[in-house]
């Protein structure tokens, strides 16, 4: 059981709680996973929104950054980070063409496309400049990405256009399902092979298949795979424990919340959906959960308002306790913050900025 | 069907767009409703969190304004609002002591409590300052508030330690429920009055009867509440529309999103959860609404992604085209934008910023 850290002076609850000997230690780990497999390692960090994160990440031996948005991107350029994959299909509206333009003068990018128009749309937008695309396929998750068999038409269309093709890449989403973790790995090793041969059936070379993510990163396939982008795996949170992938001592970030209000075992946390978030899987047995209290369950969020049942008869946190609270998605969180409270051995030691907060187009 | 507004052309989707004339539509409609049945109205500031709109509510007529932190307190109070309700159980740590006081000297403060512990630390908290306290009770919602019958205890015991007592107030969020509206306002009403009752006979008078909420309000009863906190009026959004209080031309706030993936009649927006929130009520037909194609479908969201199902056979936006998403719930939207693109007509005409964004302790 950890020590709750106590608030600093100065701040009022609620507000995010890094341990930052468990980031470390999250770190080193999921890099040491990587290179034992001979996979890059390039941590999403939409997940931490974080130059320190960052940094801890580069040094661990973290390839490049993977990015969600061109926002994150520029975020992380001015920070001095020069590899940078936006994973995402960006449409180059005028907009977006001349922030892809001006980031290209900073790092080396790559972006995702899967549409041929789109493809087009960003070949003209980025000419001349250090950009290669990767076309994104659907392995299974069926949200954005192509099927794997028409990579080579994007691809095609792409180089056509003058752009760089550099690869493909996926997210197998379907992961984040109980039991499926296996099969969504699986589903990515294959996807990735089958869009890679689809790459040179039209002479261009898939050097790059990047794939997921924090839940699948443990039995990624490096006969499918050359690269991985875990993001959450930094800090954790409750929707991963609950999924099996890890512990509560492997949780990095909580919130510290403050008990405002008791009725028998149920008491009221001033940490609602304005700072947890609100993502609740269909599997999921509340809306976060207490590392401290693992038999407690969030039975309802609001903005301001966590309701937390305890078992009967048991102890129940007094008026005024503060407590931790796991988020169930931690990236959600994170973006609500400006700043995480950074301690070691329950001691506050710094002050992390959410760089990339709200960093969202 | 509205006109989609341009977007400037600096500006990257997704970004939530005002309409104005909406906005003050709705401002004076709320405002007339209430002056009608002789209630005092004090919005509640946490929808908008936002100054221009708050003038706006007290232009119209609003007596004051609600806030559900501190920190947004903080916010108004530095705008020039002088009379502020904070409309929870707030507990007084040393740190929201002195935060409370610094305050007092700006504004004229309420404060919620709903207990005895509560309203002692509160007391001392506020001693002195221009500052009374307003018990929360439950009035069909379970979450914070105690039972009216127990409102005369925490009363007598923030009054015996020297606090001034205003009266009760309750948020009907039952209401929040199809088909529960007109339950929720009966039992808003009726509990307001035992609560009261409760304060007599104590010999603390009840000045104060406080209601919520956008989904009650048009049916909030003069005999039980002195005064109503609406707050998602000023925009409403998906979750209004879907409890049938009001249809698309009344929602004042969407998010412009592109199409950035389409297969078949399933498209991929680019607003995802970090833009929209992930509020998602089981009665909700999804993860939000298009207000131009109101058959289409948000089937799911991801943190950049909403993924739309559009009716088989009809017409489906194009890869690149801008659409309209009203959220579900358009606090949690506001509360992850830093600026809000007004328009009218079709037209820029402001950027407001959302002064109190994150300012949720």
Redesign the interface.
Known sequence: MSVTPR?P???????PVVDVDVLDRNVRAMAASAAARGLALRPHA?THKCVQIARRQREAGAKGLTV????EAEVFAEAGFTDLFVA????A????AR?LRALAEHASLRIGV??P??AV?LADAVRGADVELLVEIDSGH????VRPESAGEVALAAARHGAQVGGVFTFP?HGYTPGRRDEAAADEATALEQAAAALTAVAIEARVRSGGSTPTAAVADPRGLTEMRPGVYVFNDAQQVELGGCGWPDVALTIAA?????SGSRV?L?A????L????PAWATGGGRLPDHPDARVT?L????A?VVFPAGGPTPR??EVVRVAPNHV??AV????ELVVVSGGREVDRWAVAAR?A??
Do not use: F, M
């Not at 509206?93 to 977006?96: D, E, G, M, T």
């Not at 978030?277 to 609740?280: C, E, F, L």
């Open positions: 608030p002076a100065e701040l009022s609850t609620p507000y939409k969600a948005t061109i926002g995402y299909p960006v449409w509206s005028p907009a977006r922030r899967d549409s128009e789109g749309l069926h949200r954005s990405g989403g403050t008990v405002v209000s008791r009221i001033d609602g959906s304005k700072v978030g609100a993502d609740q309802a609001s903005e301001h308002h309701t008026l005024g990236c959600a973006n609500l913050a400006d709200g969202n187009s």
